[in-house]
């Protein structure tokens, strides 16, 4: 599958964002999806991560209550809903998926397609 990931951009702490990330190519459905970031000079980290049904859901500590995972199969699309947000979430974000009808995948090394990462800048 093609990931196409959007809805970066620079906002004040605080305030929030939307990402979202279209996919194409193949069955969506029966795909876990992740969302990872990695900032400058860092690795790429685990953020979120949803099951191919939607019932398991699973984040990073960091961002619990914050942030929210949600997928829609019908239109082949994820989203990240950012909320809350703090300097320390600035980074580039990438969304992930591989084919599993298992729960959910949080390691960057479970997925074999990635898009092509978004930035969010969140200034103090």
């Known amino acids: 599958v093609q990931l196409q990931a959007s809805g970066g951009g620079m906002v004040q702490a605080g305030g929030f964002l939307t990402l979202s990330c279209a996919v194409s190519g193949g069955t969506f459905r029966g795909h876990a999806m992740g969302w990872f970031r990695q900032a400058p000079g860092k690795e790429r980290e685990f953020v979120a991560a949803i099951s191919w049904s939607g019932e398991n859901i699973r984040y990073t500590n960091s961002v619990k209550g914050r942030f929210t995972i949600a997928r829609d199969n019908a239109k082949n699309t994820v989203i990240l809903q950012m909320d809350s947000l703090k300097p320390e979430d600035t980074a580039v974000y990438y969304c992930?998926?591989?084919?599993?009808?298992?729960?959910?995948?949080?390691?960057?090394?479970?997925?074999?397609?990635w898009g092509q990462g978004t930035q969010v800048t969140v200034s103090s």
């Open positions: 992930a998926a591989t084919y599993y009808t298992g729960g959910v995948l949080l390691r960057v090394t479970n997925y074999d397609s």
